[in-house]
Every structure is written in C-alpha cells, then in structure tokens.
C-alpha cells in the first residue's frame, strides 16, 4: 500500500517530503491540496514513486516531472480566479 509522505505546513505553503532525502519546499497550499477526478494529484502520484513500492529511487527525469505539474497546476488556478 502507498505511504501517506510528510508534509510540513507554514502559513500558506507546504513542504513535501517523499523520503528523507526528496523534499519539494514552498509549495503552495492551494497547489498541493489540487484535486481532480476526487484525488490529491500530486500527493497521489507521490504515494506511487516511493522507493518501496517502485523498487527503486526516483529518477531526475521524475523529479523535474512533479515541479512542472506542480506549476502547471498553480497555473490553473490563477487563471481560473
């Protein structure tokens, strides 16, 4: 079963740990709880890439995946303001 991750709430932003040497900082609130089809995007893509389910570490590639979605998703919602 997918682990539930680390976050740490500071005002308005959130820092996202997958595991104790990945961590996403300032991530917007907004952003991170987004929500589309009932599930948490990115919290739910996350769950999937621990190294104990994966079988593996993350790969630079998927890194730079999540802080791209992450901006396109506070892309979203500015325009939708």
């Known amino acids: 079963m997918p682990g ?3 976050i740490n709430r500071r005002g308005d932003m959130v820092d996202v740990y997958l595991n104790d040497r990945a961590c ?3 991530v ?3 952003v991170w709880e987004y929500r589309l089809g009932g599930y948490q995007v990115l919290k739910k893509w996350l ?3 621990e190294s104990k389910v994966l079988g593996r570490g993350l790969e630079v590639g998927e890194v ?3 802080s791209a979605v992450a901006r ?3 892309g ?3 325009f939708s303001r």
């Open 47 to 49: 769950s999937y890439r």
């Open 64 to 66: 730079g995946w999540f």
């Open 28 to 30: 917007p609130t907004e």
């Open 76 to 78: 979203i919602l500015k």
């Open 24 to 26: 996403w900082r300032d």
């Open 4 to 6: 539930q991750g680390k």
């Open 72 to 74: 396109r998703i506070a």
